[in-house]
């Protein structure tokens, strides 16, 4: 038997073994009960207010009478997340791909990856203090609070994100491919546009879905840019209501109606970053890299 | 090939501002006689002449003044233990070796009589007429097999017709393989048809020189032997210029062979002389295996 080739496992070998063994599986259940345990009371709590009303009507305001619904604040998240991905995704994408094509390990280069870092770290709450103070205090654009500038601060705050992900996506393109059209007589751009971002596109888009994902959750950029209103609004100019500044509004209420539609607005908002977050992943698995 | 003469005027007609102003993407010249017998070149390919050409990576000086030339629709090889040059040198010529960060290189690279190191020239156009193949086969892996043969059409601005990409296909032996498959990805070829798609899309912009740099040293043997004799096939129409670790390969597909040590010419001749007949010892040494 092979057995008697090898000297047997000691031991103490294998009681080192379980333990360790044991201590992982411990911490990871540690770490799952808070989960578990917010998705758990989200369900609970929310699920009462979710009817077909509760996304079709505006809140109204009432303290005392009919609640209404959260749709207002579903349009405004949408909206001003799709402002401020279309402003942070262009900017950042570009960002990354002067870092990797053309800034690559000069001076330049690393002192805009260290303060794309500086950037990431900055809390979210600072993003909406420098809208408020830049924008909403000087009333730019004829209002105070607004739309466009509650994207801002949501786009500054998806920026670091967006140029993170994609700079470590667009590093992943074997070079072998730029080489291939280098050597066919490409020039440099289109090397960029035609060979390089398409490979590197999956990732990327996964990069953006994940920095919507967080952006859309995200209470402090928009508590003094976009402020919070009751009714639906589409004009960018305006006050516009969204799904976290509806929570924060209602939690605090001593009317148990409103807190309640403050969990059913948080398991809506969970459930959109959830499907975000899904389709993230299914992009990434028919990536063609990594 | 089916019309080499048609090829050179669609080439003029689409690409108006080649002719006249730069010499690197003077048309090929098809040779007259369209029935051009076996063995006979169906359009003549330009020359390549090194004059001493020196490389350096950062500090490291990896060629030493080497000076050599390649004849029209002819083979050369290029032979010497890892280290000794042999990419570098390929790489210069078509000016790849730039793209390395801290790499240079002075001297003369000649293409029929135009430098390719001339002030003002475009890297750009030198890529087009001097078209590379590398050692691991890199398809665009978002393109289809279609599309990678157009590829090197497309991103040089130019129309690409379905004949084109045939007629690449074909000169790459790769046709009847992948005819009924044009739509499918190119990374879902095996490796040795997927190196002959890089070939055929080097073929597709109408270089008058190919570089290949070891470009079966990762294939099996059968695919490797359809590389070689490519190689014979495609002097018809390219000056060729093939990198190689395998001595037997260079013997097989090379008119001319070059022996490269330490990054200098140690010997150049006729691949019969050079394997049979050497005029240096080093090269005796190294090609009937005494070292490297």
């Known amino acids: ?290 | 090939m089916s019309d080499p003469t048609h090829a050179a005027v669609r080439r003029e007609t689409e690409d108006p501002m080649s002719s006249q102003h730069d010499p690197i993407v003077t048309p090929s010249r098809p040779v007259a006689a369209a029935g051009a017998a076996a063995g006979q070149p169906q359009h003549l390919a330009r020359s390549v002449t090194v004059e001493r050409l020196n490389a350096w990576y950062g500090d490291q000086h990896s060629i030493k003044d080497l000076t050599l030339s390649f004849a029209p629709n002819q083979a050369t090889a290029l032979i010497g233990p890892s280290g000794s040059g042999k990419s570098t040198v390929v790489r210069c010529i078509n000016r790849m070796h730039e793209e390395i960060p801290g790499a240079r290189a002075s001297g003369r690279i000649l293409l029929d009589d135009t430098d390719v190191y001339a002030p003002g020239v475009d890297v750009v156009a030198v890529r087009r007429a001097i078209g590379m193949v590398f050692q691991k086969p890199n398809p665009f892996p978002t393109m289809s097999i279609f599309d990678n043969v157009a590829a090197g059409l497309r991103l040089t601005a130019r129309k690409v017709g379905h004949d084109q990409v045939e007629s690449a296909l074909r000169g790459a032996g790769l046709w009847e393989e992948v005819k009924d498959r044009l739509g499918k990805p190119g990374i879902g070829l095996s490796g040795g048809q997927q190196q002959r798609l890089c070939i055929a899309r080097a073929l597709a912009v109408e270089p008058d020189v190919l570089l290949m740099d070891e470009p079966a040293s990762a294939l099996d043997p059968i695919s490797t032997l359809k590389i070689e004799e490519l190689v014979q096939q495609m002097k018809s129409r390219v000056t060729i210029v093939i990198v190689t670790h395998n001595m037997q390969q260079a013997a097989r597909v090379a008119d001319q062979t070059a022996f490269l040590l330490d990054g200098e010419l140690v010997e150049v001749g006729a691949t019969e002389k050079i394997f049979t007949n050497p005029d240096d010892s080093r090269t005796e040494e190294y090609v009937t295996g005494k070292f490297g």
């Open chain 1, 1 to 290: 038997m092979s057995s008697l080739a090898f000297a047997p496992v000691s031991g103490r070998r294998r009681r080192t073994d379980k333990i360790a063994r044991g201590m992982v599986a411990l911490l990871t259940g540690v770490a799952l009960v808070p989960l578990v345990l917010i998705l758990y009371y989200l369900v609970k709590q929310g699920i009462g207010a979710i009817s077909l009303d509760f996304f079709t009507t505006d809140p109204t305001g009432s303290f005392l009478g009919d609640p209404g619904g959260i749709k207002s604040a579903i349009v405004g998240t949408v909206l001003m997340v799709a402002l401020a991905t279309a402003v942070a995704v262009p900017v950042g994408v570009g960002v990354a791909i002067w870092l990797v094509e053309f800034g690559r390990a000069s001076k330049l280069a690393h002192a805009v990856r260290y303060f794309i870092d500086v950037m990431t770290g900055v809390p979210s709450i600072v993003f909406g203090l420098f809208v408020y103070i830049t924008l909403v205090i000087g009333n730019v654009g004829g209002s105070s609070f607004a739309a466009w500038k509650g994207a801002t601060a949501v786009a500054l705050l998806m920026l670091p994100i967006v140029t993170r992900s994609a700079e470590v996506v667009l590093l992943l393109v074997p070079n072998a491919l730029r080489e291939a059209a280098y050597a066919l007589g490409a020039p440099r751009w289109k090397v960029v546009f035609r060979i390089v971002l398409p490979t590197a596109l999956p990732g990327i888009v996964t990069g953006v879905l994940l920095a919507i994902a967080r952006a859309a959750g995200e209470t402090a950029p928009l508590l003094f840019t976009a402020a919070a209103v009751n009714a639906t609004a589409f004009n960018y100019n305006d006050s516009m209501n969204s799904l976290p500044m509806l929570i924060f509004k209602n939690v605090g209420q001593a009317q148990d109606r409103l807190v309640t539609i403050a969990w059913g607005a948080a398991l809506t908002l969970v459930a959109m970053i959830l499907m975000l977050t899904l389709l993230a992943r299914l992009i990434q698995r028919r990536s063609r890299l990594s």
